[in-house]
């Protein structure tokens, strides 16, 4: 019933933006702290940034902070990532997630972000 739906990757030039967002349903959204994970073709899983229940508490990977925004809507059920300044190695597979414990535990099925010339 869990359901975490991610959208809005697609193909993007160098210096680019697109906006990713993480549909949840099926839980207390509220409740949840939230985090994206992406992984790049080869390359194993990257955490890339959390965000707690109310949106008070975020971090970001150094490989993205001053270039990525990390975000929440609790009233519409959605969480989102605003990349600016993108470049070729944020190429990857993009996921959301809810924590528990500390965990990643339901994840989405994954957005592809593809920054290319």
């Known amino acids: 019933q869990v359901q975490l739906v991610e959208s809005g990757g697609g193909l993007v030039q160098p210096g680019g933006s697109l906006r990713l967002s993480c549909a949840a349903s099926?839980?207390?959204?509220?409740?949840?702290?939230m985090v994206w994970v992406r992984q790049a073709p080869g390359k194993g899983l990257e955490w890339v940034s959390d965000i707690s229940e109310a949106g008070g508490r975020i971090h970001y990977a150094d490989s993205v902070k001053g270039r990525f925004t990390i975000s929440r809507d609790n009233a519409k059920n959605t969480l989102y990532l605003q990349m600016n300044s993108l470049k070729p190695e944020d190429t990857a597979v993009y996921y959301c997630a809810n924590i528990l414990v500390y965990t990643a535990h339901y994840w989405g099925q994954g957005t592809q972000v593809t920054v290319s010339s």
């Open positions: 099926g839980f207390s959204f509220d409740m949840y702290a």
